[in-house]
């Protein structure tokens, strides 16, 4: 595990009120590339949100807390998953996606994107 500074993103995004667009489009970069990394694991991480997602001592985003993560079973492809039936209600409620947040759902790694896109809007 790699030592990261002391802030997360959402202590980041309360305190830089005048963001740098150039800033903001390489953190949405670099957060999207390492969402892929953990798919391609076929790896849901569930609880995507700006305190999960951190700042290493070189500025570069790292995303931790763990403790949700499933894995994909039966996978069809590299890329094509066939939903699952996971835990249901888990993760930070206003991150989650609707099917996470229904009874007896199945869902798969599109919950991530959900959870990027709501932390995309954020910016």
């Known amino acids: 595990m790699e030592l990261c500074a002391r802030h997360s993103l959402r202590e980041w995004l309360l305190y830089y009120?005048?963001?740098?667009?150039?800033?903001?489009?390489?953190?949405i970069g670099q957060i999207t590339v390492d969402v892929e990394y953990i798919h391609s694991k076929?790896?849901?991480?569930?609880?995507l949100?700006?305190?999960n997602i951190f700042f290493s001592l070189d500025n570069q985003i790292k995303i931790g807390d763990f403790g949700l993560v499933?894995?994909?079973i039966n996978?069809?492809?590299?890329t094509e998953y066939d939903d699952k039936q996971?835990?249901?209600?888990?993760?930070?409620?206003?991150?989650?996606s609707p099917e996470q947040m229904i009874l007896g759902?199945?869902?798969?790694?599109k919950v991530?994107?959900?959870?990027?896109?709501?932390?995309?809007?954020?910016?």
Do not use: A
């Open 49 to 51: 949100k700006p305190s």
């Open 86 to 96: 996971h835990t249901d209600q888990v993760g930070t409620q206003f991150y989650m």
């Open 17 to 27: 009120k005048n963001r740098d667009k150039i800033d903001i489009l390489k953190i």
């Open 105 to 109: 759902n199945s869902y798969d790694f």
């Open 112 to 123: 991530d994107i959900y959870s990027l896109g709501i932390i995309f809007i954020i910016f």
């Open 42 to 47: 076929g790896l849901i991480h569930r609880d």
């Open 70 to 72: 499933t894995k994909i």
């Open 75 to 78: 996978s069809d492809s590299e």
